[in-house]
């Protein structure tokens, strides 16, 4: 018999609402939660702008934007219950050059698809919500937020591991044995049996899902996203979250300035071309994930692709000169001095062979395993529904029978 109904490969923030959604769907399942890192949320779910996203950007009817609305009023109603600090500041999406116009209706159109209420405002309506930001026109988004996911993260573990659930950190997953009546999840500290696993890999999805012969067609492509810090005396500069117009060939929503729950507000990210899927800094290179990306067909199909916008997301990241500008179309007070260091965050963006970015949410199963190979933004914002989608599967593969759903908030 194996010794857990499920083991579950990552302590992220989909990890951890999995967990908790298995919890509620039956609170006398035996679940280990195993890590490779010493904590919880440590990588994409702790390194992140902090947004709780409203879906406005997401094609009507995906994954993506059926899960994030769902997500971002799970998220706050969360955080209301346990006490996690979190504010509905809204977003302003700004067009400042006439060519991005059609953009910005086109999304204004979109969000209203996906039963979002948003409303187009002019440049004098926008100077008067945000008196030091310039515009043409603007999309204000009044249900996106911001909230510490890595403070959601904590509380999870903590509300979880008071429920029985079992934690390993430390705990680097070697392979996966799939059997006809249970899978084996073998790691450096040992092998844990289970009915059922789920890998919520993050940056390493891909790998773990090779383990159950899942990843020929995709690799995970890892980018960099860099911020800055904005100097102390402009903690106060946005009332709401400012975005740009963003490209609709690309997945990333450009450099934006974001109000953090610390009380300050950063700009960023870009999107570089990572040398490595945890290489927070440009000087730690990783040369297994460099020849993983290398090897990849697809990885080059997408730099072709992509060749002219790498080159300018480059200048960004080597010129804060550079960088500056793209913040001073629609924030023209700032200056290089108001730039000041702050931690960069890693996307995990799974690319097939064709080289094409896979948009929306992907997961792969076999028999007794479950996958999430690919979960980019919003996917923090979508974390509980996810968690509930990836419960509902396994508890199809498991041998136990769910109790009536437990009164767990």
Known sequence: MPQNDVVIVGGGILGLTTAWSLRNANPDLRITLLEKEKGPGLHQSGHNSGVIHAGIYYAPGSL???????????????????????????????????????????????????????????????????????????????????????RICATLRDLLAAQGVDFRFGAFVTNLDERPDEVVVETSVGDFSASSAVACAGLQADRIAAMSGLADDFRIIPFRGEYY?????????????????????????????????????????????????????RSWPGAADIAASLAFPGFWRLARRFAKVGLQEMRGSLSRKVYLERCRRYCPMLTLADLQPYPSGLRAQAVGRDGRMIDDFLIRETARTLHVCNAPSPAATSAFPIGDTISARLLGKIDVKPAPRAAVS
């Open 229 to 281: 810090r904005l100097a102390p005396h402009l903690d106060q500069v946005v009332r709401h979250l400012i975005y740009p117009v963003p490209e609709p060939s690309l997945p990333f929503l450009g450099v934006h300035l974001t109000r953090m729950i610390g009380g300050y507000v950063t700009v960023g990210p870009n999107a570089v071309f990572s040398l490595g899927r945890e290489t927070y800094e």
């Open 64 to 150: 993506k934007a059926t899960l994030c609305k769902q997500g971002a009023a799970r998220t706050k109603l969360f955080c209301e219950q346990h006490g996690i600090p979190f504010d509905t500041c809204g977003k302003l999406v700004v067009a400042t050059e006439p060519h991005e116009l059609p953009a910005l209706e086109n999304l204004g159109e979109r969000s209203r698809a996906n039963g979002l209420a948003t409303t187009l405002i002019g440049g004098d309506e926008l100077t008067e919500m945000e008196p030091n930001i310039v515009g043409l026109r603007a999309l204000f988004s009044p249900a996106s937020g911001i909230v510490s996911y890595a």
